[in-house]
T-cell receptor
Framework: AQSVTQLDSQVPVFEEAPVELRCNYSSSVSVYLFWYVQYPNQGLQLLLKYLSGSTLVKGINGFEAEFNKSQTSFHLRKPSVHISDTAEYFCAVTLSGGYQKVTFGTGTKLQVIP | KAGVTQTPRYLIKTRGQQVTLSCSPISGHRSVSWYQQTPGQGLQFLFEYFSETQRNKGNFPGRFSGRQFSNSRSEMNVSTLELGDSALYLC????????????FGEGSWLTVV
């Protein structure tokens, strides 16, 4: 079975500073990887996904992530954060070619400090 | 186009009661999945339906059940509610599942007292 680990439960960062949210996964087979964002009292919104091909994936709102198979990581980055990026971010994995059983990490709360 | 719609958005139930939550997927989407979100356990997969068939199921007791109708709308039911069932229940839909992007609704907040 696949699993996802988000090591940081909370990440405070000053506005306009860069940020990296870490995600490591575990699976014995090929996987698809996702990052979702959840704003307060809302559902989840897809930021980006990795299915195959280029290991650098660009998403919405200026976020990007890099798939590293050897380190089984899929860290999310943004070069300059904005107050509006304050939210909870979830890394997720599902088996490639599999059905919609998505396994989520425990989430990282990004707090952007003005 | 309309997103994933979940009803009701908020509800309060008493221990021992049962509850039914409804989800209308995005038009054309045939895969519907359900997740439970709690502060302690995070986001946990409940089950996924495609063309009225349950394709996958998470590790939840039999009190949690679901179904999908021919129009792809889905319902989930929780019987004999326990305090620990208090959670945000999220529904998500996609075209067929797998690598398709899944779109989440805003969820149904269930409080069990």
């Amino acid at each position: 079975a696949q699993s996802v680990t988000q090591l940081d439960s909370q990440v405070p960062v000053f506005e306009e500073a860069p940020v990296e949210l870490r995600c490591n996964y575990s699976s014995s087979v090929s996987v698809y990887l996702f990052w979702y964002v959840q704003y307060p009292n809302q559902g989840l919104q897809l930021l980006l996904k990795y299915l195959s091909g280029s290991t650098l994936v660009k998403g919405i709102n200026g976020f990007e992530a890099e798939f590293n198979k050897s380190q089984t990581s899929f860290h999310l980055r943004k070069p300059s954060v904005h107050i509006s990026d304050t939210a909870e971010y979830f890394c997720a994995v599902t088996l490639s070619g599999g059905y919609q059983k998505v396994t989520f990490g425990t989430g990282t709360k990004l707090q952007v400090i003005p | 186009k309309a997103g994933v719609t979940q009803t009701p958005r908020y509800l309060i139930k008493t221990r021992g009661q049962q509850v039914t939550l409804s989800c209308s997927p995005i038009s054309g989407h045939r895969s519907v999945s359900w997740y439970q979100q709690t502060p302690g356990q995070g986001l946990q997969f409940l089950f996924e339906y495609f063309s009225e068939t349950q394709r996958n199921k998470g590790n939840f007791p039999g009190r949690f059940s679901g179904r999908q109708f021919s129009n792809s709308r889905s319902e989930m039911n929780v019987s004999t509610l326990e305090l620990g069932d208090s959670a945000l229940y999220l529904c998500a839909s996609s075209w067929t599942g797998g690598e398709d992007t899944i779109y989440f609704g805003e969820g149904s907040w269930l409080t069990v007292v």
